[in-house]
């Protein structure tokens, strides 16, 4: 007998949709086995299918898992507010959810005016050689850095103007060789953004991502230090484009954007 699941496309980062990045949410009553839950995504064929239990420990209100057509990962930020926008749009009177993950801890999802506010860990970087990530990106940076404290590794190359950025054509398998690693890159803003950036990981199953919340966990506290000020704007100039409002708040990094519902039906297994 088939198994009716419930199932929402939300474009997260967007204030319309076909725009910012799309995420599954699949709401559990408990957890499917780790095989079922890959498939589903990969049957989605989303950059992330996040799956949503509700928590039994009181520590969040749901536990929460994310997944590629490819792979589970670690933390990711778009299907997040996307699980946090289907859980406030069903009741009016919360102000807030949590999710607990198995690597990122607790993530919160709260109302801010019009927007909804995303709580992330920062992630501080260091300076590395970046030969390897430059050659694959076509173009040679002017620095490239490495997170020192993130719950999957990252590399961030940082370029002079928004128009290389814009203009990068990577090289796919380059990348997807030099491991599991998310490639940002990023640059000063234009058209009146603070910051602008584009973010791969091919060896993940995506060669680009549209716009990645854990992606600015590491950027924010590097544009934060560079800009000299806590709060700035951010667009991932992919081709769907999203617009990020950014704030370091101590050890933690603030995204405030909008989500749009765009389906709602039945995954059936």
Known sequence: MATDLPFFQIDAFADRPFTGNSAAVMPLDAWLDDATLQGIALENNLSETAFIVPNA??????????FTPTTEVEMCGHATLASGHHVLSR????????FLTRHAGVLVVGR?????RLDL???????VDGTALAAALGAEPEAVYRTRDAVEPSLMAVYGDAA??????PDFRALAALGGVLAMTTAPGDQGFDMVSRVFAPAAGID???????????????WAERL????????QASKRGGALDCTLAGDRVWLDGHCVT????????
């Open 121 to 127: 860990p920062a992630w501080r970087s260091a300076p």
């Open 112 to 116: 801010r005016g019009d927007k909804l």
């Open 262 to 269: 765009v389906i709602e039906g039945v995954f059936r297994i």
């Open 164 to 169: 290389t950025v814009r203009g990068l054509a």
């Open 57 to 66: 420990t009181g520590e969040a209100d749901y536990d929460l898992r994310w």
């Open 208 to 222: 680009e991502d549209p716009v990645t919340g854990s992606a600015h966990a590491m950027m924010v506290p590097y």
């Open 91 to 98: 009741d009016a009177g919360l102000a807030q959810v949590r």
């Open 228 to 235: 000299g000020r806590d709060r700035f704007t951010a667009f």
